[in-house]
């Protein structure tokens, strides 16, 4: 059974978490004691205690959020990556809650559950766009596969025993060679993901740049780069060695065959994020990383709530 209302938000859980399946229940209440629709996965609807209300969905496809205003999403980062797939593909604003660990894509954690509820009725949110990059994969000259990604691709080696021998290259010319792990091609978004663990630079969302950065190089010139978010970032698989792997957002990926090269530029679709809160990035990469800053004697803060 559906009901025909004027306002739908669209609904992503982690099932497999004890803790999504109570906030699921919590948000879904909330939201349509406020005579606002909820639709669902129906391949997640039978993991969930849902009223008979909710809209059910077969396929998850972009047309799936047709007429939603937003995607909420319950989990860890591994979900949120997800429901950036579905939040790039419709253009719907994704607003997520944290049940993970770090979750510097969530906008709230599960202790806000009722305050989320409550600025979604009152559509007290605000929308940013995060940017993406796409991704060209070519061998010989041809193109053999295309992709994307909101925090990185990943170039890599696919075994323990060898490395991976890369060149790489910025905006059509070459910048060094190396053995290494991989390397990362990343948005500032990805900056503090899988980039942050390779050494990269932490760069402010707002800051609009591409960052390239070697995992375990075997050279003395192997430091993180970061470009213009117009350059175009190249990795050449060298044609003499094993085959590497390709890994977009650690959720899609592909095999890199010998003498393969990886484009990476600014994507051509951002993802759009539901804001709640004003609060500076400075202090989200406090709270997030638990930060030292016992003794800081600057300005009071002064909450933008």
Not at 291 to 305: D, F, K, N, Q, V
Request: hydrophobic residues 45%.
């Amino acid at each position: 059974m559906t009901q025909n209302l004027a306002r739908t938000v669209f609904l992503l859980a982690h099932t497999g978490r004890p803790a999504a399946i109570r906030s699921a229940e919590l948000v879904v209440k909330g939201l349509l004691r406020h005579d606002i629709g909820v639709r669902v996965l129906e391949e997640e609807a039978c993991d969930l205690p849902l009223p008979e209300e909710v809209e059910l969905v077969k396929e998850a496809t972009p047309d799936c959020l047709d007429g939603c205003e937003l995607l909420i999403v319950l989990g860890g980062d591994g979900t949120l990556l997800r429901g950036a797939e579905f939040a790039r593909a419709s253009g719907v604003p994704m607003l997520g809650v944290n049940l993970g660990r770090v979750g510097f894509l969530a906008e709230a954690e599960r202790d806000d559950l009722d305050r989320v509820v409550d600025r979604v009725v009152a559509r007290s949110y605000e929308v940013e766009e995060r940017m993406t990059v796409d991704v060209v994969v070519h061998r010989n000259g041809d193109i053999v596969h295309t992709d994307w990604a909101l925090n990185e691709a990943a170039v890599q080696k696919a075994g323990a025993e060898k490395l991976l021998e890369v060149v790489l290259e910025i905006d059509g010319r070459p910048v060094t060679g190396f053995g290494c792990d991989g390397v990362v091609l990343s948005t500032p978004t990805g900056s503090t993901a899988y980039a942050f663990s390779a050494g990269g630079p932490v760069v402010w969302p707002e800051v609009e740049a591409l960052l390239m950065v070697p995992i375990s190089a075997h050279a003395l010139f192997a430091k993180p780069l970061v470009t213009s978010p117009d350059s175009v970032l190249a990795v050449e698989v060298l044609p003499h060695i094993p085959p590497g792997v390709l890994w977009c957002d650690g959720r899609r990926t592909v095999e890199l065959p010998p003498g393969a090269r990886v484009e990476v530029r600014r994507g051509a679709v951002p993802v759009r994020l539901a804001r709640l809160h004003h609060s500076s990035f400075t202090d989200r990469l406090v709270a997030k990383f638990a930060l030292p800053t016992t003794g800081w004697r600057g300005a009071p803060h002064h909450s933008t709530e």
